[in-house]
């Protein structure tokens, strides 16, 4: 659900809700994205609070109005910042400029299939029947549940069989 917001009239109608806002200059321009997990309470802390960071001091004056987006978890709102960060690039937001995008894990549908690592979403319309798992906001949890799937499951971990006649399955 995407809503236009009044800056003035509707900051107590903004949700106790998880999500990502959207900062707008008088030019309308976007000029900062972030994330909350109670849209209410971060939205409001930039017009409430005494802000001693140089970059508040600057951009919370310039902000006109703004937009809200919910979404149902942090994890999602998280990543739909990233997202939109990296579209719009709002001159306010640099952490999340660079094209680091969040890991995937696919089981491959391979005879023997494989695990392999990626961070292009691209790449789930090469075969479609290959499994994508993802993506992890945490790469050591992405890490740790391959690990635990490398247990249970015999998966090939390699690319190519040492032995021609036979397959790679340790």
């Given at each position: 659900?995407?809503?236009?917001?009044?800056?003035?009239d509707?900051?107590?109608?903004?949700?106790?809700?998880?999500?990502?806002?959207?900062?707008?200059?008088?030019?309308n321009?976007?000029?900062?994205?972030?994330?909350?997990?109670?849209?209410?309470?971060?939205?409001?802390?930039?017009?409430?609070?005494?802000?001693?960071?140089?970059?508040?001091?600057?951009?919370?004056p310039?902000?006109?109005r703004?937009?809200?987006?919910?979404?149902d978890?942090?994890?999602?709102?998280?990543?739909?910042?990233?997202?939109?960060?990296?579209?719009?690039?709002?001159?306010?937001?640099v952490?999340?400029?660079?094209?680091?995008?969040?890991p995937?894990?696919?089981?491959?549908?391979?005879?023997?299939?494989?695990?392999?690592?990626?961070?292009?979403?691209?790449?789930?319309?090469?075969?479609?029947?290959?499994?994508?798992?993802?993506?992890?906001?945490?790469?050591?949890?992405?890490y740790?549940?391959?690990e635990?799937?490398?247990?249970?499951?015999p998966?090939?971990?390699?690319?190519?069989?040492?032995?021609?006649?036979?397959?790679?399955?340790?």
């Amino acid at each position: 659900m995407k809503t236009n917001i009044s800056l003035k009239d509707s900051l107590s109608l903004l949700p106790e809700a998880p999500g990502v806002y959207l900062m707008y200059s008088q030019e309308n321009e976007i000029i900062y994205i972030g994330k909350a997990k109670n849209l209410k309470k971060r939205v409001k802390s930039y017009f409430t609070k005494n802000h001693d960071s140089p970059k508040l001091l600057i951009m919370v004056p310039q902000i006109a109005r703004f937009e809200f987006i919910i979404t149902d978890s942090e994890i999602e709102a998280l990543i739909l910042e990233s997202h939109l960060i990296k579209k719009h690039k709002p001159k306010y937001n640099v952490l999340l400029k660079d094209d680091k995008k969040f890991p995937w894990f696919v089981i491959t549908d391979d005879e023997y299939p494989r695990i392999i690592i990626t961070r292009k979403v691209e790449d789930k319309n090469k075969n479609k029947k290959d499994k994508y798992f993802g993506p992890y906001t945490n790469s050591r949890a992405m890490y740790s549940t391959l690990e635990l799937i490398k247990k249970l499951f015999p998966l090939k971990q390699c690319k190519t069989p040492r032995f021609k006649d036979r397959p790679c399955i340790y």
